[in-house]
């Protein structure tokens, strides 16, 4: 009971902790404290049909509850360095979170050393 306590706490302090949706509001996912594993998580918790087209056709044969932001930790430059996952293209990378505000998170993404890098917007969903 501790341990879900301290987890909660943890993720009510991180300025990345919520649900988020990608700009088209084809997936969206929830950052947390990582199970079982330092640093933060983005785990998909719905997607469009098309989203879970693309990412059957890449090997990623269940969309929702795959994680795609792992192991992500906070840099001295207050961004978060981890890895992502690219369901539709079926591989990982290394990625970098910032906030922009307090509403938009920029997820980039480099396939080696910095080159073939892509970046992605995510809107915070408002707490019900």
Do not use: H, Y
Not at 5 to 18: C, E, N, R
Not at 66 to 89: I, K, N, Q
Request: proline content about 4%.
């Amino acid at each position: 009971m501790l341990t879900l306590i301290a987890l909660l706490a943890a993720a009510a302090s991180d300025p990345l902790a919520g649900t988020w949706r990608n700009a088209a509001d084809s997936v969206r996912i929830r950052v947390a404290p990582c199970r079982g594993a330092p640093g933060m998580c983005g785990t998909v918790v719905a997607a469009s049909d098309k989203a879970k087209a693309d990412a059957a056709a890449a090997g990623t044969d269940r969309l929702v509850g795959t994680p795609l932001f792992r192991g992500f930790e906070r840099d001295e430059d207050g961004s978060w360095a981890g890895s992502v996952f690219v369901p539709d293209v079926g591989s990982e990378v290394d990625g970098t979170l910032r906030l922009e505000g307090r509403n938009t998170l920029v997820a980039e993404g480099c396939l080696f050393a910095g080159f073939g890098c892509k970046e992605q917007r995510w809107t915070r969903l408002a707490a019900k």
